[in-house]
């Protein structure tokens, strides 16, 4: 009896092991092909993010009163990476020297071509050039560039710390690093004159819900849209010198005739989006990280629906009454530190 036990305790195990196995491999060849679509999708979303909007992130006297702040008028040569189709380099030639040099470096070949062109286009081609490269293995050696630079990339890479140490290696010494980060949950507080008979409860479900995901797209090793509150704590333990943080003073207003250009240009943005049900993400993503997040499945749709009212139909709505009017608050940190002599 003891002996037939043995065996079936011994047989158990190894169908167990087996079973485990299968698991694991059918799990890993799932994380594969998530991390296969997500590249291919990471490329669509950057695509939709480079619409006319992107032109007037800035206040052109702000970005002059920056410029004096990191004392861009002594650089000579910038590395701009995950420099997609240039807009930060570009806006960039207002605070450096004429005779200053800008690399950009991008993992998408397709960016990297539109940016060479736009350099032919705006003169600048014998100061600006483009090539292709990821920013956690630049093709650059130590201690190249004056200033390294970065708009909105850290946010969707997976490993930051690394990705700013090997930012920092092809910085020279003394050179200056900079960081054009958001965090992208404060939005949600961002509130207009729609907001105020909104009942508390949905305003806080989206913020809810844009945190679920947020989080599990940080799980899932795909970058975190809020990374913009963590890199000065990154930073000091990389030992950088001269730490300091600004907040961009550009704000998202709107209010009626709703007639300057980049208020035309956000409602032509949102009209795209509303007819593609794109909200930060479209809906398939959004489900991916919501669920990763630790989001409850079953009320997903729940969520959905209200996260793409409030920022496409119901915005619509409010732009077509003339009802829409908001300061438009949003949180882009300017964060800069010198490495070491
Ligand atoms: C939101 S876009 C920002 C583009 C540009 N900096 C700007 O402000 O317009 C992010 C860019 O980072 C690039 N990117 C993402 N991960 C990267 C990586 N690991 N190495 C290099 N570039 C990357 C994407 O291809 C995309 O062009």
């Known amino acids: ?74 650089v000579k040569s910038v590395l701009d990476v995950g420099c997609g ?47 292709v490269g990821d920013v956690n293995q630049l093709p650059f050696e130590d201690s190249s560039f004056d200033m390294v630079t970065c708009q909105t990339l850290l946010i969707h890479v997976s490993n930051v710390k690394n990705s700013v ?33 909104t009942p508390m409860d949905d305003i806080l479900e989206i913020t809810r819900f844009q945190m679920l ?13 809020s990374i913009g509150d963590q890199l000065p704590g990154y930073l000091a333990e990389m030992k950088l010198e001269e730490i300091q943080v600004f907040i961009s003073d550009k704000a998202k207003t709107f209010f009626p005739p709703y007639d300057s250009p980049e208020q035309e240009a956000i409602i032509q943005e949102i009209q795209e989006w509303s007819k593609k049900n794109f909200w930060i993400w479209d809906e398939s993503e959004t489900k991916r990280f919501y669920l990763a997040g630790g989001g409850d499945a079953s009320l997903f749709e729940y969520y959905w629906e209200k996260a793409l009212y409030r920022q496409n139909q119901r915005f619509l709505e409010g732009i077509e009454a003339h009802s829409y009017a908001t300061s438009g608050g949003k949180l882009t940190y300017c964060i800069s530190a010198r490495k070491s002599n």
């Open 213 to 225: 995901c947020e989080r599990g797209k940080q799980a899932l090793n795909e970058g975190y849209i």
């Open 85 to 131: 189709v240039g807009h930060w380099g570009f806006l960039l030639k207002d605070i450096l020297p004429k005779t200053t040099t800008l690399t950009g470096v991008d993992r998408e070949p397709e960016w990297i071509k539109t940016a060479q062109e736009r350099a032919q286009t705006e003169n600048l081609a014998h100061r600006y050039t483009y090539t």
């Open 165 to 197: 140490l090997e930012m920092c290696r092809v910085l020279k010494p003394g050179g200056i690093l900079v960081l054009i980060e958001p965090n992208n949950i404060g939005r949600t507080l961002s509130l207009s004159t729609l907001d105020m008979n």
């Open 1 to 74: 009896m003891l002996q037939f036990l043995v065996k079936w305790t011994i047989l158990l195990s190894l169908i167990n092991q087996i079973f485990i196995e299968n698991t694991n491999a059918m799990q890993a060849e799932e994380n594969f092909e998530i991390k296969k679509n997500s590249l291919k999708t990471e490329k669509l979303h950057s695509g939709k993010y480079f619409g006319k909007p992107r032109d007037y992130w800035w206040n052109p006297d702000f970005l002059q009163l920056m410029g004096k702040r990191w004392q861009t008028q002594q």
